[in-house]
């Protein structure tokens, strides 16, 4: 038992530190002792901690940052020389491809072999700065040269003849011609524009549209951060960062580009200061106001307002105010309120599922509130509604308790998207249409039910859901009536009342016999009504026949029935909603019925394995867990096109799945560690019960109009085992009623009158 809690602690360990490997870096101060002797080998080939994050997408890093290629090309081959920066190891991607496949490769000097990484050159190089130099061989110079896409600044030179502007596409150079000489030569103008978010914290967005013409070149200007303000993150399609001054640093290419700056507030701001900038700065900017009154009411001063329209504003910020600002000037935030005054009302929706335990001795329940909260900032679940665990826009929230037995989670902000998993203990027939201490506008509850459970009836609902009482109509209560009464005439009051309880256990059901019944019984009664002068003639024999026909087809009706009946008490977990009540239609039901089930039964659907292996240690050869961590080989050169074919596909749809798994885990990683940042080091966010997801009989139940937390229904819930029993009797009660129609004989025939 030890060593299996031991392999457990290992692998939830491995998981987590290389999930967080995507997310924010998790301080090894916070591991548990007995893992911290772990973090080498679940980092291994995974330690992503000191590459940044994508602006776009919190959960990839790039580590690798090539920033000068220089090629040096002829009809033959050429030479190219790349200087790369890894932040942690990993793939250096190289120039080339499978046409133009990078020889004599050397790394500071050193010789280093290439590899295929997803169909491009690449080295499998440790975290460093690195000057890797190689070669092309070709009989016939291509028309142009793959490069890796985040390259920054590339010089070309084709038999000897220097392009000052070689002509790039995403991800390749073009080497037979260049962009068009700039004869006046290198020129940068620059426009600003910043929308301020007063939000918590206060956001400022800088967007820098830049015209560029000239050279190549690495551009550096700013302060582009406003004093005390900490930068979040870069929205740039040129290669780009923020040094230790606040300065930007764009590796710069001609044409017209625009970059997105987001910093944040590291607390409240009451003034922000456009700082002197030089050139090529513009000494004037545009700032827009997003406010958000729901937080704060402010009042600004100290800028002149200006029309965004006119101004040239961001379309997506033109519906805020706006003002210009020079060089030095201070825009000044007057906090009038705080909090909303006059809050909307609470309109607030609840969509709820709920599952009855297989026993019957409980519930499971996931609830999703949607809305606006209004003025209450906390939100508690009432008795018997137990939490579990809580979600509040994505995160996971500690669950408190206020006063009694009420647990509930604080809520920061009236708009509410809530995600609770909570338990309903004990064999309760009375439950809570709401269930939290709030009113909602509109409740809509799908309750599901395991096999062999039936809801017979539930009141207190607003619509008629689909129980046993729910689903008879006035037009099936007059045919049963009619037929019980027509059983009770022709054979007496025990039959009678046999053929009432038969049609209430089995009308209801799917493809059970229904109308035939009548057409049944009308044809014995046609028959014992007969007159005599007709007894032994044409109309006697052919209504005998008509009720040996009427008689066949309800048997061929009762035998689909009693097969359902049958394998729905002896397997209920092969029960479905849906059977067709044409026969013939119910057979190719049942057929495809129990082929998905026999499928299901001889392969089972198995979770993927997780892959927490890189994309190289694939191509490298797999190792046991237990191995210590050694450095990764790189697979020896290839100058053959046809190995590099042969395995690109390959390498690309493991790659596919591999990246696929790994953006999973990293955003669940991520939304984990935001949460934990969120509260105190020492609350605890509960995981709560599993929720099912198994599916057999549903009913819908819904509530129109505001629902108090007091409100509750009521539920009559048949289980298994009378479930089993009843259906077992329908059969026995089909059978005897059928064959007791088949047995009637015609009555003697009346005594002659006189002598």
């Known amino acids: 038992m030890r060593l299996q809690n031991a392999v457990c602690a290992v692998v939830m360990a491995a998981a987590m530190l290389a999930a967080t490997a995507a997310a924010s870096p998790l301080p090894e101060s916070q591991v548990p002792a007995p893992l911290k002797t772990w973090i080498a080998w679940a980092l291994h080939d995974r330690d992503l901690r000191d590459c940044p994050v994508a602006h776009d997408n919190g959960a990839v890093r790039t580590c690798d940052w090539p920033s000068r290629l220089r090629l040096e090309l002829s ?13 942690a190891q990993g793939w250096a991607l190289l120039p080339g491809g499978d046409k133009a496949w990078p020889q004599d490769v050397r790394v500071d000097g050193r010789p280093a072999p290439v590899a295929s990484h997803a169909g491009t050159p690449a080295l499998y190089l440790a975290a460093g700065s690195y000057v890797i130099a190689g070669g092309f061989e070709w009989t016939r110079l291509p028309e142009s040269l793959a ?14 003849a220097e392009h000052t502007h070689p002509t790039r596409s995403a991800d390749s150079v073009w080497l037979g011609r260049s962009a068009p000489q700039d004869l006046a030569g290198d020129r940068l103008a620059l426009q600003v524009y910043r929308l301020v978010d007063d ?5 400022v967005v800088t967007h820098i549209g830049i015209e560029a013409a000239g050279q190549v070149r690495e551009e550096r ?16 399609p040129l290669p780009a960062r923020i040094d230790e001054s606040g300065f930007l640093n764009v590796q710069l290419r001609p044409g017209v580009w625009s970059i997105d700056v987001t910093a944040r507030a590291a607390g409240p701001v009451t003034d922000l200061k456009l700082p002197q900038l030089a050139a090529p700065w513009p000494a004037e900017e545009v700032w827009s106001f997003a406010p958000h009154n729901n937080l704060r009411i402010v009042e600004i001063s100290g800028v002149p307002a200006v029309d965004p329209q006119q101004a040239q504003v961001p379309t997506p910020w033109r519906s805020n105010r706006a003002y210009a600002l020079k060089s030095g000037e201070t825009l000044h ?4 309120q705080r909090g909303d005054p006059h809050p909307q009302a609470g309109t607030i929706a609840l969509q709820r599922q709920l599952w009855l335990d297989f026993d019957g001795r409980g519930y499971t329940v996931r609830d999703s509130l949607r809305g606006r909260i209004g003025d209450q900032w906390r939100l508690d679940a009432t008795a018997p509604l137990r939490l579990g665990s809580v979600t509040l826009d994505g995160e996971p929230q500690p669950i408190t308790r206020r006063s009694g037995d009420d647990q509930g989670v604080e809520v920061r902000h009236a708009a509410l998207e809530l995600v609770a998993a909570s338990r309903i203990e004990g064999r309760v027939s009375r439950l809570p249409v709401n269930g939290w201490d709030h009113e909602v506008q509109g409740v809509d509850t799908v309750l599901r039910l395991p096999p062999g459970w039936r809801l017979f009836a539930a009141s207190g609902v607003d619509n008629v859901p689909q129980t046993w009482v729910g689903r008879w109509s006035l037009l099936d209560l007059f045919a049963v009536l009619i037929a019980a009464a027509a059983a009770l005439r022709l054979f007496g009051l025990r039959w009678g009342g046999l053929m009432l309880l038969m049609l209430l256990l089995s009308w209801q059901e799917a493809a059970a016999p229904r109308w035939s019944w009548l057409n049944l019984i009308a044809t014995v009664a046609l028959l014992r009504a007969l007159p005599a002068s007709f007894r032994g003639g044409r109309l006697e024999t052919w209504l005998a026949r008509y009720r040996m026909l009427a008689a066949l087809v309800l048997l061929l009706l009762a035998i689909p029935f009693a097969l359902q009946q049958a394998r729905s008490a002896l397997y209920p977990q092969l029960e479905h909603a849906q059977i067709p009540l044409n026969p013939i239609s119910y057979q190719a039901s049942l057929k495809h019925q129990v082929s998905l089930n026999e499928d299901a039964a001889s392969g089972e659907p198995r979770p993927e394995p997780m892959v927490t292996e890189p994309e190289q240690a694939k191509e490298e050869g797999a190792r046991m867990p237990t191995e210590a961590p050694s450095p990764p080989m790189a697979a020896p050169a290839v100058s053959g096109r046809s190995a590099l074919s042969a395995a690109q596909s390959q ?8 990246l696929r798994k790994k953006a999973m885990l990293a955003q669940q990683a991520q939304l984990s560690q935001q949460a934990m940042r969120r509260f105190e080091p020492g609350a605890l966010t509960p995981t709560g019960p599993g929720l099912p997801d198994w599916e057999w009989t549903a009913a819908d139940l819904s509530w129109s109009g505001p629902v108090s937390g007091a409100q509750d229904f009521r539920l009559w819930l048949l289980p298994p085992v009378l479930t089993r029993l009843l259906e077992l009797l329908s059969i026995v009660l089909v059978a005897a009623m059928l064959g007791r129609c088949l047995e009637w004989q015609r009555p003697p025939p009346p005594r002659a009158r006189g002598g």
């Open 75 to 87: 009809g033959n081959g050429g030479r190219f020389e790349l200087r790369t920066k890894l932040d």
């Open 147 to 160: 490069v890796p896409q985040n390259t920054g600044l590339v010089s070309l030179s084709v038999n000897g």
């Open 199 to 203: 939000d918590i914290p206060l956001r």
């Open 221 to 236: 200007f700013g302060p582009v951060l406003l004093p005390d303000l900490k930068p979040l993150e870069i929205a740039s």
């Open 333 to 336: 935030l007057s906090e009038k």
């Open 651 to 658: 390498a690309e749809a493991a790659q596919l799945s591999s």
